[in-house]
């Protein structure tokens, strides 16, 4: 099966911006999703398709993706954005499954 | 609005099975398959496959074969997971997620809304 990639751990100055990536073959085929997790909760999408953003995510979070790597930025991260993220896709190994990125720590300094 | 509630925690011995649900509410539990990703304490999150509501046709990840089991009951709205033989490593929080998918557009697809998740812990 496929495998997506992600750094383990990020930081970034309060009010600067940061970008959070994610590497692998299927991304070629198919678009990641983004998921933020803070500590005790459930998952929160974030960004879908080529830049979407479901409704109540602040436009500070937009996604991008070239050849295998898609990537989600925060421009001007704030405190509130400290949390772990995820990234997901269809697999394209040709079995109808689905891979998350190993997660990225995100620490807000 | 669009939900998913989930069942409450379980701790089961080594060898026991557990059986968790997800109740949908909010729109129409045969127009979207449901997944389910867990999550062991401090790691990641692992996908272990999904269910058609509409069919019951389900798909397990490799890792889970023969030992998962995917389920629903349409007339409650409900789907269920079930995995059985358990053992010390499978201590983990269960989600189940709706998958969306763009209309004409079947590589665009994402997770929204996710379950509360639901805490098993397998310890003797």
């Known amino acids: 099966s496929s495998e997506l990639t992600q750094d383990p751990a990020v930081s970034v100055a309060l009010g600067q911006t940061v970008r959070i990536t994610c590497q692998g073959d299927s991304l070629r085929s198919y678009y990641a999703s983004w998921y933020q997790q803070k500590p005790g909760q459930a998952p929160v999408l974030v960004i879908y398709g080529k830049n979407n953003r479901p409704s109540g995510i602040p436009d500070r979070f937009s996604g991008s993706s070239s050849g295998n790597t898609a990537s989600l930025t925060i421009t001007g991260a704030q405190a509130e954005d400290e949390a772990d993220y995820y990234c997901?896709?269809?697999?394209?190994?040709?079995?109808?499954?689905?891979?998350f990125g190993g997660g990225t720590k995100l620490t807000v300094l | 609005q669009v939900q998913l509630v989930q069942s409450g925690a379980e701790v089961k011995k080594p060898g026991a099975s557990v059986k968790v649900s997800c109740k949908a509410s909010?729109?129409?539990?045969?127009?979207?398959?449901m997944h389910w990703v867990r999550q062991a304490p401090g790691q990641g999150l692992e996908w272990m496959g999904w269910i058609n509501p509409n069919s019951g046709g389900t798909n397990y990840a490799q890792k889970f074969q023969g030992r998962v089991t995917m389920t629903r009951d349409t007339s409650i709205s409900t789907a269920y997971m079930e995995l059985s033989r358990l053992r010390s490593d499978d201590t983990a929080v269960y989600y189940c997620a709706r998958e969306n998918i763009a209309v004409n557009n079947w590589s665009v697809n994402w997770f929204d809304p996710w379950g509360q998740g639901t805490l098993v812990t397998v310890s003797s």
């Open positions: 997901n896709s269809r697999d394209s190994s040709g079995n109808p499954y689905v891979v």
């Open positions: 909010g729109y129409t539990f045969t127009g979207y398959y």
